[in-house]
Nanobody, 117 residues
Framework: QVQLVESGGGSVQAGGSLRLSCAAS????????AGWFRQASGKERECVAR????????YYERPAKGRFTISRDNDKNTVYLQMNSLKLEDTAVYYC??????????WGQGTQVLVSS
């Protein structure tokens, strides 16, 4: 079992920045990939970025490229999502998740990000 707790969401004006954190606990040896997802109202959940837990390789989906940075601190068992130049369309609930046995098995409870004009 892995437990994930997100924090750092909130309200920000367009063009601003937020940093989300995801603290992981439990069977950390099973974590190979962590990722950030988001779900806007009325839309499907989408992945925005993921990171290899050991090597640190990263991958970004199109909405995140050039504006978001995913990182992890292995000592703190924490994954971060630095979001810059936020847009109205970035408004969503953001979730972190980790892969186990090839599927996104463990999820956090989500943190709300609201971008206003």
């Amino acid at each position: 079992q892995v437990q994930l707790v997100e924090s750092g969401g909130g309200s920000v004006q367009a063009g601003g920045s937020l940093r989300l954190s995801c603290a992981a606990s439990g069977r950390m040896s099973e974590i190979y990939t962590a990722g950030w997802f988001r779900q806007a109202s009325g839309k499907e959940r989408e992945c925005v970025a993921r990171i290899n837990w050991n090597g640190g390789n990263t991958y970004y989906e199109r909405p995140a490229k050039g504006r978001f940075t995913i990182s992890r601190d292995n000592d703190k068992n924490t994954v971060y999502l630095q979001m810059n130049s936020l847009k109205l369309e970035d408004t969503a609930v953001y979730y972190c998740a980790v892969i186990e046995s090839g599927v996104w098995r463990y999820w956090g409870q989500g943190t709300q990000v609201l971008v206003s004009s």
